[in-house]
C-alpha cells in the first residue's frame, strides 16, 4: 500500500517534514512518546486498581465491625431480658416462700415445695445461662476491640498509602500533560491526514503503527512482501504500508543488501 504525497497535500510550513523519509522518522518519534504515554496510563491504571482493592478491603473490614457491633448488641439485650426473667423467678421464689410460711395442712405443704423446687431448678438454669452469655459478651466485647485496633492500623495505613498514591498519581499525569505537549509538538510537523492514519493503526494495532521491515518481511505481522514493496520502502520515495496489516514500513538498505 503506497501514500502518494502530490502537490495538493504537500505541507507549506517549512518546518513540517515533507519527505516520506522524513515523515517516517516524525511518525516513529510519534510512537516512541505514544509508548511512554502508554506506559504511564498502565502504571497509573494500576496505582488507581491498587487503591481500589485497599479501599475494598478497608470497607469490607468494616462491614464485619459493624456487623459484629450488631450481634454484640443483640446478645447485650438478651442479656437484660435473661436478668429481667432471672428477677421474675426470684420473685416467685420469694413469694412461694412466704406462702410456705402459711401452710397448715401437710398436702398443701407437699404442693408448695413442689412448686419451690421447680422454681429453683428454673433459677439454677436461668443463672447458668446468664452466667454463660454474660461471658459470651465479655468475650466477644474483647474481640471486637482488637479488631476495632487493627482496623484503625489498617486504616492509618490506607490512609498514609492513599496519599502517598495520589501523589504518585499526580506526577503521572503531570508528565503525561508534559508527553502530550511534545507530541503535538512533533505532530505537527506531518499533515494531519498521515497522523489520523497512524492514529488509526496504532489503535488496532497495540500502538504499533510504525515498524521495519527486515529481509523483505514486515516485523509487524511477519508477512513476507513482495519485491516491488520492498524496493519502495528501502527507496523510501513514498510513505508505504503493509498490505497485510497496514502498518507503516521503514528500512535499512545496507542491512537488506548485506542479508
Request: aromatic share 4%.
Amino acid at each position: 500500500m503506497q501514500t502518494n504525497l502530490g502537490e495538493d497535500t504537500m505541507p507549506t510550513n517549512p518546518a513540517m517534514a515533507t519527505s516520506p523519509h522524513d515523515i517516517i522518522e516524525v511518525l516513529r518519534k510519534l510512537q516512541i512518546l505514544d509508548d511512554e504515554i502508554r506506559e504511564i496510563r498502565i502504571r497509573r491504571t494500576e496505582r488507581l486498581d491498587q487503591l481500589d482493592k485497599l479501599r475494598k478491603v478497608i470497607a469490607h473490614m468494616q462491614r464485619e465491625i459493624e456487623d459484629k457491633r450488631g450481634k454484640l448488641i443483640e446478645a447485650e439485650t438478651s442479656a437484660r431480658i435473661k436478668l429481667s426473667e432471672l428477677d421474675t423467678e426470684k420473685d416467685r421464689l420469694n413469694k412461694s416462700k412466704s406462702k410456705l410460711n402459711g401452710v397448715t395442712r401437710s398436702k398443701e405443704y407437699v404442693a408448695v415445695q413442689k412448686e419451690l423446687e421447680i422454681i429453683r431448678k428454673n433459677l439454677a438454669t436461668k443463672e447458668d445461662e446468664l452466667s454463660r452469655l454474660v461471658k459470651a459478651i465479655d468475650d466477644f466485647r474483647s474481640a471486637i476491640a482488637k479488631e476495632e485496633e487493627k482496623f484503625a492500623d489498617w486504616r492509618s495505613e490506607a490512609d498514609q498509602a492513599e496519599r502517598d498514591n495520589q501523589a504518585s498519581l499526580d506526577s503521572m499525569q503531570t508528565k503525561i500533560t508534559d508527553v502530550d505537549v511534545r507530541r503535538k509538538v512533533i505532530a505537527d510537523r506531518v499533515d494531519r491526514a498521515v497522523v489520523k492514519r497512524y492514529e488509526k493503526i496504532a489503535a488496532v494495532r497495540e500502538g504499533r503503527a510504525v515498524v521495519e521491515m527486515k529481509i523483505e518481511t514486515c516485523t509487524g505481522c511477519n508477512m513476507t512482501l513482495q519485491p516491488r514493496f520492498a524496493e519502495m520502502v528501502l527507496r523510501a520515495t513514498s510513505l508505504v504500508q503493509c498490505p497485510h496489516c497496514s502498518r507503516y514500513l521503514f528500512g535499512d538498505a545496507s542491512a537488506e543488501a548485506i542479508a
